[in-house]
């Protein structure tokens, strides 16, 4: 099994493009998540969905935006990207909310 | 406000030599605590949830117990390969697993 795929695994962006990181996954997870990971801090939880067509924001949302159309797959949309969003992105699934998240290997995006 | 702290911030260690990591959290309603290990470059990847105070949960080299303000990860004569970040992230809360984590241990076993 696959598990979570995030493309690309690397990007540079300028100042005020933007761009579109995939996730998906192939364990049929209800829950899906998306993170942050900046040097020397913990992971901040940016966008969650409990499913197709129902998305909420997390702790640092500011920036981004998320849909979720099919069960598989969360993007996270980076409008007007800042030098602050640069930082590592993390995906991850759970089947449900007592279940362990499972996780990606992650998008590292730099915008200078 | 949920908070996780965790200690040391890195650690270095000879093969064979045990020691613990600690993760303190501020939470109300704590639902579980995970600690994942995550290798350079890679995802963190899952190792245990604990639920309750007292409990605890083993896999190989690796114990973890937790208190009502605190989790330990021991480490039991650990190889090189168990040189990694080890994370810890709390759940509280109804509804969707919220994690809140804590900034990680950087351990590096030397052979």
């Known amino acids: 099994n696959a598990g979570v795929t995030q493309t690309p695994k690397f990007r540079i962006l300028k100042i005020g493009q933007s761009m579109t990181l995939q996730c998906a996954q192939d364990?049929?997870?209800?829950?899906m998540y998306w993170y942050r990971q900046d040097p020397g801090m913990g992971l901040k939880l940016i966008y969650y969905?409990?499913?197709?067509?129902?998305?909420d924001k997390g702790e640092v949302p500011n920036g981004y935006n998320v849909s979720r159309s099919t069960t598989e797959d969360f993007p996270l949309r980076l409008e007007l990207a800042a030098p602050s969003q640069t930082s590592v992105y993390f995906c991850?699934?759970?089947?449900?909310?007592?279940?362990?998240?499972?996780f990606g290997d992650g998008t590292r995006l730099s915008i200078l | 406000e949920d908070q996780v702290t965790q200690s040391p911030e890195a650690l270095r260690l000879q093969e064979g030599e045990s020691s613990s990591l600690n993760c303190s959290y501020t939470?109300?309603?704590?639902?579980?605590l995970f600690w994942y290990r995550q290798d350079p470059g890679k995802g963190p990847e899952f190792l245990f949830t604990?639920?309750?105070a007292g409990e605890e949960k083993e896999k190989e080299r690796l114990k973890a117990t937790l208190t009502k303000k605190e989790s330990f990860l021991h480490i039991t004569a650990p190889k090189p390969e168990d040189s990694a970040t080890y994370l810890c992230?709390?759940?509280?809360?109804?509804?969707?697993?919220?994690?809140?984590f804590g900034q990680g241990t950087r351990l590096t076993i030397n052979p």
């Open positions: 991850a699934s759970s089947y449900s909310s007592f279940q362990p998240q499972h």
């Open positions: 364990m049929n997870h209800n829950y």
């Open positions: 969905s409990v499913g197709a067509g129902i998305t």
């Open positions: 939470v109300s309603g704590l639902r579980g």
């Open positions: 604990l639920y309750s």
């Open positions: 992230a709390v759940q509280a809360g109804q509804g969707a697993q919220k994690l809140v």
